[in-house]
């Protein structure tokens, strides 16, 4: 069966200056799957998802999402696009002013048009999904830990009901249990929701454990996109060393005992 690309990414060039970050650079992320974006420092990965985003504008090439090319379209059309994102930045980007149930309460009034009251008590049901209690609605930014951040950022990403989500290092800075906790809500609320995820992480446990595809940024393009086996076998010196290097090596030893456990 043919799998259908949501995201087509097409020779895309992103230059700062003299400076070439991509050149001809082909991605596709395919509908109902969880897609790992890694590389090194430098290597744009974050430069891709801004560009997917449409919050900027590639020197060359072509970004269709859902086969529309997102910066060419009207503006009624475009935000209408863009309400079936749903985007969870590195450091959560809550809103420090205004209590969690507050910032997930704040795009279904702003892009849905629905009350405080209605918008405040889909909220909730949004905290539910992602394992946070009720009580954590009251609370600041500032009063959660990292995890509890990173939980009620997702569920405001989650607030419009997206088909996509777009995470950009979402176990970055979590304790190896916490990471564990949320790659496993990753993973079922993709199977529960129908979603499609695009993931750039630097861990190589959530590679293993929920992604059905990686794609590695080198060479300024896409230098393999592939199933982790293949693209751990890619000849390739950074490649090897990534995943095959003592923190690669334990994260599939880890895996591999899961599986024959499950």
């Not at 861990?203 to 293993?208: A, S, V």
């Amino acid at each position: 069966m043919t799998k259908e690309a949501i995201i087509e990414v097409r020779q895309l060039v992103n230059r700062f200056g003299s400076q070439t970050v991509h050149q001809n650079l082909d991605l596709d992320l395919y509908r109902g799957e969880i897609l790992g974006v890694v590389g090194g420092s430098g290597t744009g990965k974050s430069v891709l998802l801004r560009s997917i985003l449409g919050l900027r504008r590639a020197n060359a090439g072509t970004v269709h999402v859902f086969g529309e090319e997102l910066l060419e379209l009207p503006a009624l059309r475009r935000s209408e696009l863009e309400r079936r994102f749903g985007v969870l930045y590195q450091r959560g980007a809550l809103f420090t002013s205004l209590t969690v149930t507050e910032n997930i309460a704040l795009p279904l009034i702003e892009h849905a048009g629905l009350s405080r009251s209605s918008a405040e008590h889909l909220a909730l049901v949004k905290l539910a999904l992602v394992g946070l209690p009720p009580e954590a609605g009251d609370k600041y930014p500032t009063e959660l830990s990292g995890g509890m951040v990173k939980r009620a950022a997702l569920a405001r990403a989650l607030a419009l009901e997206p088909d996509i989500l777009f995470l950009d290092e979402p176990t970055a800075g979590l304790d190896p249990i916490s990471a564990a906790a949320f790659d496993q809500l990753i993973l079922t609320l993709r199977d529960a929701l129908g979603l499609s995820v695009f993931l750039v992480t630097h861990d190589l446990d959530t590679l293993y454990t929920i992604c059905d595809r990686v794609a590695v940024l080198a060479e300024k393009r896409v230098l393999v996109a592939d199933r982790l086996e293949v693209v751990a076998d890619y000849d390739n010196a950074w490649i090897h060393e990534y995943f095959h290097g003592p923190r690669g090596r334990a994260a599939g030893l880890a895996a591999s005992n899961v599986s024959r456990r499950s």
